[in-house]
């Protein structure tokens, strides 16, 4: 079993940046992705950015110049650092990482209980 604890929500106004953090803890044997998803009241959750243990990240377009996503693989962690934050950034925002699965030789997805994050003035 697999657990995730995330830090780093709160509110800002527009133009500010916060800091994500998610570190996955329990029986982990390799990581293949870890990744951050949103989801904002009324929509369905949307895929923001995902990075692989080897370090190859992919961004939503409406996020892409603006977000950076890390990981520290010794750690189990990704950061999600936001700059530039716009109003339609609020959601609540969510951790995930695909783990291998060592005997049945396949992946399973975990998630974190999610942050809230708000921009407004």
């Known amino acids: 079993q697999v657990q995730l604890v995330e830090s780093g929500g709160g509110l800002v106004q527009p133009g500010g940046s916060l800091r994500l953090s998610c570190a996955a803890s329990?029986?982990?044997?390799?990581?293949?992705?870890m990744g951050w998803y949103r989801q904002a009241p009324g929509k369905q959750r949307e895929l923001v950015a995902v990075i692989t243990s080897g370090g190859s990240s992919n961004y939503a377009d409406s996020v892409k110049g603006r977000f950076t996503i890390s990981r520290d693989n010794a750690k189990n962690t990704v950061l999600l650092q936001m700059n530039s934050l716009k109003p339609e950034d609020t959601a609540v925002y969510y951790c995930?990482?695909?783990?291998?699965?060592?005997?049945?030789?396949?992946?399973?997805?975990?998630w974190g209980q999610g942050t809230q994050v708000t921009v407004s003035s």
């Open positions: 329990g029986r982990i044997f390799s990581i293949n992705a």
């Open positions: 995930n990482a695909n783990v291998i699965v060592p005997i049945l030789t396949t992946t399973h997805d975990y």
